[in-house]
């Protein structure tokens, strides 16, 4: 063989080498049955919060007496408006290849006061006909019960506080099952429930926002473990064996990486992780059930040294613990970001309110800032964290089948949200680095599918893989260029770091209205003339491009 002939072999060798490797790097591919899914929540999308004859929930309640509570002091009356617009989230789907859709009821919209003696025949006919237009499309309907949205009139009562929120969840979800459950095959009972708890009546952060650290989070807890447990229970005994569903729950974490690797950081980060998702998660997947230890032993000691008579944290019977053991078909799991901890002092340096969640948990978190950011101040970019997380809830609970039920990222707005592409690829790449190390996750589900209401930050954080115009009356909804990357994952079952596709006609068109209605805002604010030019440059540059797009 000839010298340049052997160059131009060891050439080709070298090329195809770096094909394999590019190919490694750039794309990888998931499980063939893998679920790809979207989700949104009731009322953060739907608005028409009084249409028809729909009741009253928390956070209309809050949001309207309590206007200064919201970053924006806006409410979600109208937001999305998909109690009008239902037909284009689902064709918007579509546009995803998604084999899932997560959403949530209302339910004020389905029983307006919260019990049985007064029925919506609106509220049960407009979820009837989104699940009928999803399984018309081949999408499967992951139904959730309750995502944050109690009736008004319950809480009056006191909401998850009260124990007689148990058998008034188990007959709203029983109207569920007997309206729907023929057409849904995946249930959660609750999102969150750490949110629903500590959130809502431990700090003042959710609706109702008690403001009363130490005492009613847990009695929240409590109730919501039992009211899940027993809903659980009532469709595995009159409805699976007929409707052959699956039902489970979502839990949520903020992955606690240690600020070092001493003893006293692991150790924080192994106590966070006990009281964020082994509160509600050790008594429904642990082989013993129960809180967990060190949830007991911790607040059981806290309460006597400030004077209780009794544990702040409720106790189940032995009866109670077997009643919840077990009551998942798999561990649903909501994640967004990752925070350093380290160990609070016997001193209370970190002066955490006596008593509170915080402090019977006993660690302080912080973020890096060395970590990207993102439109949320609370949100930082680290990959490794759901990493870190789903092999954890691998080795504690036994290995369950995971679904991640929320994951995404916030910015301020635009369409060219390529950070939130890097975001989506760098936490696949995660859960492919998880699944290969044997966790058994079995689907993904994006969060979220639009642009909407943010809870306490109002409309200031945009999640949403399609931008929605909220000036509009018609609530016009544009895909990202972060909407047509996942489409693309969905559809191949891969990540391709390579694909990063640049604005199109229907985008370019979207981002100068967009900019004519900043250019508006800015005239009508009384904004100078080089102001106002501004907002010319990006419109004429756009201009500029799609004439070049046409000569094409």
């Not at 899914?37 to 209309?60: L, R």
């Not at 700090?203 to 809903?231: F, Q, R, W």
């Not at 100078?528 to 907002?535: A, M």
């Amino acid at each position: 063989m000839s010298s340049a002939l052997r160059m131009i072999c060891l050439f080709i060798i070298y090329l195809n080498m770096t094909y394999v490797l590019a190919t490694d790097k750039f794309q990888r591919n998931f499980p063939k049955d893998f679920i790809w899914g979207v989700g949104s929540s009731s009322y953060q999308i739907e608005g028409g919060w009084d249409a028809n004859d729909k009741g009253e929930s928390i956070w209309d309640f809050m949001t309207h007496n309590y206007p200064e509570r919201i970053a924006d002091r806006s409410n979600a009356d109208i937001s999305s408006d998909s109690y009008h617009h239902w037909r284009k989230d689902v064709q918007m789907l579509r546009q995803l290849n998604v084999n899932v859709y997560r959403f949530s009821i209302s339910w004020p919209r389905i029983m307006p006061g919260g019990y049985m003696n007064k029925v919506s025949t609106d509220g049960i006919k407009y979820y009837s006909n989104l699940i009928d237009e999803l399984l018309h499309y081949n999408i499967t309907p992951m139904v959730t019960i309750y995502h944050w949205e109690l009736p008004q009139r319950l809480q009056e009562l006191g909401g998850w506080t009260n124990s007689e929120i148990i058998p008034l969840f188990k007959e709203y979800s029983r109207l569920l099952f007997e309206m729907y459950g023929d057409r849904v095959k995946v249930w959660t009972t609750i999102n969150e429930p750490w949110h629903v708890c500590e959130q809502s009546y431990g700090i003042d952060y959710m609706a109702p926002a008690y403001d009363y650290p130490g005492i009613p989070s847990y009695l929240c807890g409590h109730n919501l473990l039992k009211a899940h447990a027993e809903v659980v229970h009532m469709y595995r005994q009159q409805y699976k064996p007929s409707q052959m569903g699956r039902i489970g729950i979502t839990l949520d974490v903020s992955w606690p990486e240690p600020e070092t690797q001493s003893p006293e950081d692991l150790q924080a980060s192994e106590r966070a992780m006990q009281f964020y998702v082994g509160w509600f998660g050790h008594p429904i997947f642990s082989h013993h059930g129960n809180y967990p230890a060190a949830m007991i032993e911790r607040i059981r000691n806290l309460s006597k040294q400030q004077g209780f008579t009794r544990s702040r944290l409720p106790s189940f019977t032995k009866e109670e613990v077997q009643r919840i053991r077990g009551t998942s078909d798999f561990f649903g799991i909501n994640h967004y970001t990752t925070n350093l901890v380290r160990p609070n002092d016997h001193n209370n340096t970190a002066n955490f309110p006596m008593p509170s969640f915080n402090h019977d948990m006993g660690v302080v978190e912080r973020q890096n800032p060395d970590w990207p950011g993102s439109g949320s101040p609370w949100l930082k970019v680290y990959p490794k964290g759901i990493y870190n997380l789903l092999m954890w809830i691998r080795r504690e609970y036994n290995n369950p089948p995971i679904i991640i039920t929320e994951n995404g990222v916030s910015d301020k707005g635009g369409l060219e949200d390529y950070a939130r592409v890097d975001y989506y690829n760098s936490y696949l790449t995660s859960v492919l680095d998880a699944i290969e190390d044997g966790a058994n996750v079995q689907g993904y589900i994006a969060w979220s599918l639009m642009d909407s209401y943010e809870w306490k930050a109002g409309f200031t954080e945009k999640f949403g893989l399609y931008h929605v115009d909220f000036n509009d009356p018609a609530r016009k909804r544009t895909p990202k260029i972060s909407a047509r990357v996942f489409a693309q994952i969905c559809k191949t079952n891969a990540i391709d770091w390579s694909y990063r596709p640049a604005l199109d006609e229907e985008q370019i068109i979207a981002t100068m209205h967009m900019s004519k209605r900043v250019h508006y805002a800015k005239h009508n604010s009384g904004n100078t003339f080089s102001d106002i030019r501004e907002t010319l440059v990006l419109p004429l540059s756009i201009l500029i491009i799609m004439f070049t797009m046409h000569l094409k």
